[in-house]
């Protein structure tokens, strides 16, 4: 494993963020030509990763970075091999593309420095996430996408739809990042690595621990709402609300790869147990089908292309879990097509709306001589997600299908999926990059012709990519492929599938595969009418069900509102002192914590019974006062009686605080108590005050057996001996409490005075809003009320009441 250059490495992965901050100013000096300077972050990123390929093509993988946080084990650090290699280059090589696309697409946009921000934005956080190594890292990377999706998804907000769109993502994705995040803390729990490079390397038995069930349901959390497998998949078909360039970038190389990524990731370490075989399999099988068959009744080309990106997710993530290295290799081998092939007719759609102004498939037709650059493009692409021989798609389709040809049930089940799924999916692929282009001229349309050179660039450029992959797979094996199906697999493979046909079973069902497209080609009418039928009678699907949840959580959260946070302070102070006797109580009724029973002192001076005398009068008086003001004077009683016992006792600091403390307590309350308007008196009934005394009477004893516990073990003088040492040498201070308040606690005690503070304000702002109201007599003896606004002048109300024979205010408050 070689080291890389780390600041080269570091300012690749920046580039695109750079690129994001310039976008808007850019955009405001140069227009639309912007997208021609903000490419070139992407293009350099390319090439940089593009140095590696020699060294990773010979079985080698690079590591970098920086040490973050040394004491727990933190870095910002990359790994590069086979897998995070490919990944970055498809992110960076493609989304080089996207931004001349969008530059194209998103002309005369009033906001297209903001889109172009969020676009370089979402790239640089998916490079991050797929080179990342530490676990943290890989983290936040993970969030960034979740939270640049939504606001790429969300990009025209005046519209409500894309709106609920992006909140949607958001929600399913970030929901799934929490899981996600909790199987990487079990991760390092477990086993103590904090980076995948050596956790890959570790050859730790994970599958024996017995917190692996546990970690592989919350990363597959992570994976599935991440690459939309069922039933979380309802967000990527709505994702459609953003701009088609958004759509593009999505689809081929970005977001919805991150799960797919992350699952081949670990496979090493999840991988190759009876739960990863059953339950990738089974979702991926099930998301597969469901995409394909919700495809067929779409009639919108972006709609299409989603539900076929949702099925293919499902047949890699089937892959991906199938169990035998045949699947790992056509797992990528299909990334790698899906990915060239879906970018590219992702912006033939675009490019079609952008000219034309629908991107319904039953409104379009005889484009080819209007737009014969862009037909070119979409023909390649189209042939090439249909799985037709020179394509690299059908290099994926051979591999997959020889991977499922086994004699078991379980793979002629899979077998089964995966050629219905690829007849369906190349079926949508041949309609969309065939039927918009051939047959007659729509005279509905207008004036249609070529769009500019940027809209078009890009579908040329991946679609010939993906033709020239597969006339020179040998090539394509070498740097890209095999070096990532060994990143996989972790062990060496070998790739060498080539686009001449060989007789055997998967060929032939690769015909079959073609044969029921073209079936479905020919009857896509009836069969889009059937699907349409089929789901209606159905019902309702997890779509809706998001927002019933949604709906659900919302009233969940009224109701506990009320019950939680009815806006009396009592019921708050009274639940809070609960818990606390709850907490410290009932763990020594649990666990059998008792402590002893302290003997009782010997020697107890005549002066320090009559302080502690005082300090039980104190009590008594408190709960005997006729009225607050003598209660609030007897409760400073027994404070000033406890500091005493504190200073007798040898803490004189420590009496000193609660000197200041009782004195300030006791003269604040009684300055508040005289501006408000109370109860003079206690005026609870004989049950609450029951009630009340019981909770008390249970905090004072676990107070007290929590004391009586702690002093029973053995006293560690460590930090005395530390603050002893270090108060004068560090801090100057001969006083060493007064140093450890101030300095080795210091933001603990500054945060003490900034309570104290916000507390005061607040009595303050009370006692101002209860005395800002104040009776006064108008002319002729009538009665009104002035009340203070905030200018200091008063606004008064009409007269009420007419008191001719008022008494004299007496310049007090009301209380």
């Known amino acids: 494993m070689a080291a890389t250059t780390p600041a080269l490495t570091f300012a690749a992965l920046m580039l695109p963020f750079l690129a994001a901050l310039l976008a ?68 960076t090589g493609i989304g080089t593309l996207i931004v001349l696309y969008s530059g194209a697409y998103m002309k005369g946009h009033p906001q297209q420095g903001r889109f172009l921000a969020f676009i370089l934005f979402f790239m640089g956080a998916m ?27 969300g990009f025209d907000h005046d519209r409500a739809e894309a709106r ?63 690459s939309a497998q069922f039933p979380f998949h309802f967000w990527l078909p709505n994702a459609m609300q953003a701009p088609t360039p958004v759509s593009a970038y999505l689809h081929s190389a970005t977001m919805v790869k991150a799960g797919v990524y992350l699952l081949m990731r670990l496979q090493p370490v999840l991988g190759d147990t009876p739960a990863w075989e059953i339950l990738l399999p ?40 199938f169990g035998s290295d045949h699947a790992i290799e056509a797992a990528v081998l299909y990334l790698i097509a899906h990915s060239l092939f879906k970018g590219a007719l992702f912006m033939v759609a675009g490019a079609i709306d952008h000219e034309t102004g629908t991107r319904e498939i039953s409104k379009l037709g005889g484009l080819r001589k209007a737009m014969p650059v862009t037909f070119a493009a979409a023909a390649l692409a189209a042939l090439s997600m249909a799985g037709l021989p020179l394509f690299f798609g059908f290099l994926a389709k051979e591999e997959i299908y020889l991977a499922l040809v086994d004699g078991n049930p379980r793979a002629i089940f899979f077998l089964c999926l995966a050629v219905i799924g690829n007849a369906l999916m190349g079926a949508l692929a041949l309609a969309i990059g065939f039927k918009p282009f051939l047959g007659p001229n729509r005279p509905d349309l207008g004036p249609v012709h070529e769009g500019p050179w940027g809209l078009w660039l890009g579908p040329v450029v ?32 070998v790739i060498d599938i080539s686009t001449v046909p060989h007789l055997g079973l998967p060929l032939l069902l690769s015909v079959l595969t073609l044969i029921l497209a073209g079936l479905v080609l020919w009857q896509l009418e009836t069969a889009r009418g059937l699907m349409r039928r089929l789901f209606d009678a159905l019902g309702p699907g997890p779509d809706r069900g998001f927002d019933h949840a949604v709906q659900g959580l919302i009233r969940l959260s009224v109701v506990l509102t009320r019950i939680l946070q009815p806006g009396r302070l009592e019921i708050y102070v009274t639940a809070t002192f609960i818990l606390l006797a709850l907490t410290l ?64 006792f040898g803490a004189p600091d420590l009496s000193f605080t609660q000197f200041m403390v009782e004195t300030l307590s006791v003269v604040i309350l009684a300055l508040v108590m005289t501006r ?10 004989l049950l609450q005050r029951l009630f009340d005394g019981t909770i008390a009477l249970a905090c004072g004893t676990g107070f007290t057996l929590l004391l009586l516990k702690s002093v029973e073990t053995p006293f560690d003088n460590a930090l005395t001996d530390f603050f002893n040492a270090y108060s004068k040498v560090i801090a100057h201070g001969a006083n060493v409490v007064n140093v450890i308040i101030v300095d080795f606690r210091g933001v603990d005690t500054l945060g003490e005075i900034a309570v104290v503070m916000i507390t005061g304000l ?52 009301d209380r």
């Open 676 to 685: 408000l308007r109370l109860t003079p008196s206690d005026h609870r009934p």
């Open 585 to 648: 109580l009932v763990p020594p009724f649990l666990f059998n914590e008792f402590p002893a029973m302290p003997a009782f002192p010997q020697t107890v001076a005549l002066h320090e019974w009559v302080f502690l005398g005082i300090a039980v009068i104190g009590v008594a008086a408190v709960l005997r006062a006729a009225d607050r003001l003598t209660a609030i004077v007897a409760l400073g009683i027994q404070g000033f009686a406890i500091a005493v016992l504190f200073l007798l």
């Open 282 to 321: 089974f979702f991926g099988g099930i998301t597969l089908i469901s995409g394909a068959l919700l495809g067929l009744r779409q009639t919108d080309l972006k709609m299409m292309l989603a539900y076929t990106t949702m099925a293919s997710l499902g047949l890699m993530v089937m892959l991906t879990g």
């Open 24 to 91: 808007p100013m850019l955009s405001r000096l140069m227009g639309h030509r912007a997208a021609l300077v903000l490419a070139l972050a992407p293009a350099l990123a390319c090439l940089h990763f593009l140095s590696f390929l020699p060294e990773i093509a010979a079985g080698e993988s690079a590591t970098g970075g920086y040490v973050w946080v040394p004491s727990f084990n933190l870095s910002f650090s990359w790994f590069l091999d086979g897998l995070s290699l490919t990944f970055a280059l498809l992110i």
């Open 462 to 493: 991946l679609a010939l990519l993906g033709l020239l992959a597969g006339v020179f797979s040998g090539t394509a094996h070498q740097y890209f492929s095999t070096p990532m199906a060994s990143a996989v697999l972790h062990e060496n493979t």
């Open 127 to 153: 490079l991050g996430l797929v080179v990342s190594d530490s676990f943290l890292m890989l983290f936040v990377y993970w969030e960034l996408t979740s939270i640049a999706s939504f606001l790429l998804i």
């Open 164 to 226: 609920r769109a992006a909140l949607q993502a958001l929600v399913v994705t970030g929901g799934g990042g929490l899981a996600l995040l909790a199987g990487l803390v079990l991760l390092w729990n477990v086993t103590g690595i904090t980076q995948l490079s050596l956790l890959l390397h570790s050859g730790l038995p994970l599958s024996a621990s017995p917190q692996y069930f546990a970690i592989l349901l919350l990363v597959l959390a992570g994976c599935f709402t991440k």
């Open 762 to 813: 607040a009595v303050l702002a009370l006692v101002r809003v209860r005395a800002g109201t104040k009776t006064e007599l108008g002319a002729g003896g009538a009665k009104r009320t002035a009340t203070a606004i905030p200018n200091g002048k008063t606004a008064a109300k009409a007269p009420t009441t007419k008191a001719p024979q008022a008494k004299p205010s007496t310049g007090r408050p």
